[in-house]
């Protein structure tokens, strides 16, 4: 069973790259999200997409861009990178029914660094 | 909006002591509420949840329970492991958030043999 598959799990850029994190469920999920985890700020929510063919920001959305390309991948791309998006970035789905219908099921992390 | 405030961490115990990660919320509706537990290097996984007023959620020796007259879902262990030391997030999703999961801040716990 995969469940949410993520990469890469590290990169390391230097500021203004670009590069685009994948993510791809096989749960038939209809709801994909990307987190971000910094320490002591929890898991704050980038991007989310409730179904196929919609997205939609969350909380801490500049500086990302992302793409739900089919119903299975959702990617979250930073178009010029900079320090401040160090971080954790985790993508999760849910909801064979739509959102807030269960459990979010995450990938194990793609650890960025930004220099 | 919807928020989550749980205790500030990190909570460390002696192994066989008994644990309560406080969780309280805010939220419009009737939210569900969830323990994730996330081990170290790991996304996070489900722990426990809870859909309405009363349940308790129950998961390898940790339990809570939806208080809605008090706006809270602690976790407690009677008797915790070394393995259980990691970080544990409150989470619920409800109606007037769109159903967009919102997360606590996180509780690491330090369990010492």
């Known amino acids: 069973n995969a469940g949410v598959t993520q990469t890469p799990k590290f990169q390391v850029l230097k500021t203004g790259q670009s590069m685009t994190l994948q993510c791809a469920q096989d749960m038939n999920h209809n709801s994909m999200y990307w987190y971000r985890q910094d320490p002591g700020m929890g898991l704050r929510l980038i991007y989310y997409?409730?179904?196929?063919?919609?997205?939609d920001k969350g909380e801490v959305p500049n500086g990302y861009n992302v793409s739900r390309l089919n119903k299975r991948e959702f990617s979250l791309r930073l178009e010029s990178a900079a320090p401040s998006q160090t971080s954790v970035y985790f993508c999760?789905?849910?909801?064979?029914?739509?959102?807030?219908?269960?459990?979010?099921?995450f990938g194990e992390g793609s650890r960025l660094t930004v220099l | 909006g919807d928020s989550v405030t749980q205790m500030e961490g990190p909570v460390t115990l002696s192994e066989e002591a008994f644990l309560t990660i406080n969780c309280t919320y805010t939220?419009?509706?009737?939210?569900?509420l969830f323990w994730y537990v996330q081990y170290p290097g790991e996304g996070l996984q489900l722990l426990l949840k809870a859909t309405k007023a009363d349940d308790k959620g129950s998961n390898k020796g940790f339990e809570a329970t939806y208080r809605k007259e008090t706006t809270s879902f602690h976790l407690e262990k009677g008797s915790v492991q070394v393995s259980d030391s990691a970080v544990y997030f409150c989470?619920?999703?409800?109606?007037?958030?769109?159903?967009?999961?919102?997360f606590g801040r996180g509780t690491s716990l330090i369990v010492h043999p």
């Open positions: 997409s409730a179904s196929e063919g919609t997205t």
């Open positions: 999760a789905s849910s909801g064979v029914g739509g959102l807030g219908t269960g459990e979010l099921f």
């Open positions: 989470a619920l999703s409800s109606s007037g958030g769109s159903y967009i999961p919102t």
């Open positions: 939220a419009t509706g009737y939210p569900s």
